[in-house]
């Protein structure tokens, strides 16, 4: 894979750099020979101007350049085997290519500015301080302070001072190349390779950072080796709920060794920042009537592994031992505590077949039973159940792959012994629907073709039953279902769980529009607030709709979604201590948006025998993690071991691995 070589590359350039240069005779701190404060010990010699020779400098618009240089280094070799020069060196793959190559060029006029008449020409302030407007938030986003040596105030110069402009040639460059640019050219730069957990977390922040305005990065949790679980929002005010929007998430890469989904997710996040600001209407409207959620990435332990089995299996020395590597099937779809993740949630849906004859059973919002804190519960799985249960999420997609094929609930079969039997939720028609918006959007997911990955779907064209495909226990959808209001569905993207690099653009091809179809589709049905007579919105009200057995509950401010198909329903606004409000509502069949329908519920006198059952589970729905297990998880300040490595940013390896003495100019907040 390039992606991996690449990077290889970057290491096996830093490694030389340290062999080779980071034994450098007694330095003064940076700048401070240029400030005077550091004396030089050898002989003072007339400075002149020489020849350039810097390798990562050499595209500069001159070939002579003057030591010292503005940074008080005395010779090519001195300045070479600065921490500046390998800041400049490395900065394109740190970065991913933002801001490459100014930074560069900025750099080395610093480094090795030009020279005439023996005399040091200082680089543009004006220059700096445009490479420092345009290229602050890549910093930023990896957590790396600005580099001392740009500091446009300190080591650059103004125009009446007579200085020299390094970016001029770029920007003449670039200008005649816009020119000849056609209209069709594909306006969103999107670079289809694989992206390892280190790319993956700087991309994304520096996609929220480049759309800040719509779009904000949060952690939930981390993985049991400490990675982040960052999600990625879009939406017109990142960070908060508002009223009547709503939430959507999709999640990928649950199986680390499944990793198209991750892959698209992560383009999808690059592609709604950057056609959103080329003014796309449909992507604008998308993002202003939605929060969108994105975790692409739900088990970053198991991706590395995944990936590096498939770095190994290019390598010719290790090849040929595991022919399964050929069909993308690798280690991997655990997490690194061995557990499938897939089979981590609580097993709601037993319980639901346990109570179905009892009376007053809820398909709804069914508490965690104490027992499943007993046994072993991932992080990563934690993490997802305290981010489900924190957000009024309406529809989720979860991506995996292996097949190709949506399934949706139940997953688990309602008869122990079946192991591949229909096992409809009461949402039966909805859940259907939402698998067909994303088959039938899919290239060829709802074709008739017979042979895919084993199994054949040509039937239903493209979409199935999770349990009537085959029973399991403790998914995560059942549980979105069974837990929340929250609709998933699994999104199989294919047979190959882990496609070669070359498959990643057509695979976005086929995928876009389900994804974009995908998300428009949460507009469907019926929202509204449920108040009291002032106006108020009720937390936690019920809204049921008869002959559907599962009631959708509403949010913080008494706003509620609940995903229907067209037709006439009867809904039902109940809540404890209100009166209950019924109305009859059509939905039309042409609906592109969901149908609003209030509720104003009187509250009641205070009855102590009010029907009780109604509510029986309210409270013990509250019960998670009732013995804190997690607790160290919520509070990286108290997590043992591996404090060190967690304080660091990850770049930080590429200039710690010596003993040379780091840049701690680096590091924000020093
Ligand atoms: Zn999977």
């Known amino acids: 894979m390039r992606a991996y070589h690449k990077h290889l590359e970057v290491w096996a350039l830093l490694l030389f750099f340290m062999r080779t240069c980071w034994s450098v005779p007694q330095r003064c701190e940076p700048g401070d020979e240029f400030l005077g404060s550091c004396s030089s010990t050898t002989q003072e010699e007339t400075p002149a101007c020489t020849e350039m020779n810097l390798g990562y400098c050499n595209e500069m618009d001159y070939s002579r350049t003057i030591f010292p240089n503005i940074l008080g280094h005395r010779s090519r070799f001195e300045a070479e085997s600065g921490a500046e020069y390998l800041l400049l ?23 090795a500015p030009p020279c005439r008449e023996d005399k040091v020409v200082k680089p543009c302030r004006s220059s700096c301080e445009a490479l420092r407007k345009d290229c602050s938030h890549a910093f930023e986003a990896i957590d790396m302070a600005w580099p001392y040596f740009l500091d446009c105030d300190r080591f650059f110069a103004s125009e009446e001072e007579g200085c020299f402009d390094p970016l001029a040639r770029l920007r003449a460059r670039q200008e005649l190349a816009l020119s000849s640019l056609s209209p069709e050219e594909p306006s969103t730069i999107i670079q289809f390779t694989y992206t390892s957990n280190a790319q993956m977390y700087s991309l994304l922040k520096r996609t929220a950072a480049k759309c800040s305005h719509i779009s904000h990065v949060y952690s939930i949790g981390r993985s049991t080796e400490g990675r982040d679980l960052l999600v990625i929002e879009f939406t017109d005010n990142p960070g908060q709920h508002e009223l009547l929007e709503p939430e959507i998430k999709l999640v990928g890469n649950m199986h680390g060794n499944e990793v198209l989904g991750r892959q698209l997710l992560i383009y999808l996040a690059q592609y709604l920042c950057s056609e959103y600001l080329l003014g796309n209407q449909r992507i604008q409207t998308i993002i202003n009537t939605t929060r969108i959620h994105i975790l692409a990435s739900m088990n ?27 069909n993308g099937w690798t280690n991997g779809r655990t997490n690194a505590q061995n557990i499938d993740l897939n089979r981590n949630f609580p097993d709601l849906t037993s319980i639901l077949y346990r109570s179905r004859r009892s009376r007053h059973f809820r398909t709804d919002h069914i508490p965690i039973p104490d027992a499943y804190w007993f046994g072993k519960v991932a992080p990563e799985t934690y993490a997802v159940m305290k981010w489900v249960r924190s957000l009024p999420f309406v529809q989720s997609a979860s991506l995996h792959g292996g097949e190709l094929v949506v399934s949706y609930p139940f997953d688990f079969s309602k008869h122990p012994n079946e192991e591949r039997m229909f096992s409809p939720t009461p949402d039966e028609q909805m859940f259907k629907q939402l698998a067909r918006t994303y088959a039938d959007a899919h290239a060829t997911m709802s074709n008739n073709d017979t042979e895919r990955c084993g199994a054949s779907f040509y039937r239903t064209r493209g979409i199935i039953n999770g349990a009537q ?41 086929r ?66 201590g209100y009166s209950r409000v019924s109305k009859r509502v059509s939905l039309p069949h042409n609906m592109n948006k ?14 102590p025998d009010i029907d009780d059952h109604l509510f029986p589970m309210v409270d013990t729905w ?29 770049w930080w390896n590429y200039f710690s691995q010596s003993g040379f003495s780091p840049p701690n100019w680096l590091l924000r907040n020093v």
């Open 469 to 509: 495909w085959y029973s399991f226990a403790g998914g995560m959808s059942d549980f979105n279902y069974l837990h929340t209001n929250c609709m998933e569905i699994t999104v199989e993207l294919g047979c190959d769980k882990f496609p070669s690099e070359a498959e990643l653009y057509p695979e976005w091809k």
């Open 511 to 576: 995928n876009k529009e389900a994804l974009l179809s995908f998300l428009e589709s949460v507009h469907r049905g019926i929202k509204g607030v449920v108040k009291d007579s002032d106006g108020n919105g009720i937390k936690g009200a019920s809204v049921s709709v008869r002959g559907i057995r599962k009631d959708v509950t509403t949010a913080e401010d008494g706003d509620y979604w609940r995903l229907l198909n067209s037709g006439t329903h009867i809904m039902t606004a109940t809540a404890k």
């Open 622 to 650: 509250e019960r998670f993690d009732p013995y804190n297990q997690f607790e160290r998880h919520g509070d990286p300040d108290v997590a043992e071991g591996e404090v060190e490595r967690e304080e660091k940013p990850w």
């Open 594 to 607: 969901a149908g609003r329908v209030d509720f104003v519920l009187q509250k009641l006198p205070v009855e």
């Open 89 to 111: 060196s490395v900065i394109h793959g740190l970065l991913n290519g933002e801001c490459s190559p100014e930074i560069r060029l900025v750099g080395c006029s610093v480094l």
């Open 300 to 326: 970053p332990d198991g991706y590395e592994l995944a990936a590096s089995e498939v770095e190994d299996s290019n390598d010719p020395e290790l090849n040929n031992q595991e022919g399964h590597l050929l």
